[in-house]
């Protein structure tokens, strides 16, 4: 079962959980393959439609695992463009999470339910992983927790592949 990761990040954060999921599956015997959606602009938070340079192609996992920031209390447009350019998304499960630096319910909610609704995925086979927070000068939040909520539904899905 092929595992991949698709994130978009812009600071480094939203990477930085998809690095750590990477670890946390292959402490479980898994691997997966991490891709990066990237804009052609690299101030893509001034463009109502950024343009991509990086299109990662998702029909190959199994399981795909999809992480974006908030930007403005919403998904980001760069997500939102490739989510339109690639879907529908037909993996088994599909896991996704969102990053940003407010409480999840400033915006990290609402970005994950976009990222479901734009995937075309049916809601049975999506797991809604977790909203991490990067408030300033403080201490991230909640990725422990997210991480694992990964690596569980991950699993759960390799059990009933069985």
């Known amino acids: ?3 991949g990761i698709v994130v978009h990040s812009q600071t480094g954060h939203t990477l930085g959980i998809a690095q750590a999921i990477e670890k946390a599956l292959k402490e479980e015997t898994l691997t997966a393959d991490i891709k990066m959606v990237v804009a052609k602009s690299k101030k893509p938070w001034k463009e109502s439609q950024p343009g991509l340079s990086e299109i990662p192609d998702p029909k ?3 399981v795909l695992i999809l992480g974006a920031p908030v930007w403005g ?6 997500m939102t463009e490739y989510l339109y350019s690639v879907r529908p998304l037909n993996p088994e499960t599909l ?5 940003g630096a407010l409480h999840k319910w400033f915006g ?4 994950m339910k976009k990222m479901a609704a734009l995937s075309g995925v049916p809601d049975s086979k999506i797991v809604k992983a977790g909203s991490i ?6 201490k991230p939040k909640y990725i422990n927790e997210t991480i694992q ?5 991950v ?4 059990f009933v592949a069985k």
């Open 1 to 3: 079962m092929k595992i």
């Open 60 to 62: 190959p996992y199994d």
């Open 73 to 78: 209390f919403r998904l980001s447009l760069v």
């Open 95 to 99: 896991i996704i999470f969102s990053t």
């Open 108 to 111: 990290g909610i609402r970005a």
């Open 133 to 138: 927070r990067f408030p300033r000068n403080k």
């Open 149 to 153: 909520n990964v690596v569980k539904s």
């Open 155 to 158: 699993q759960e899905t390799l």
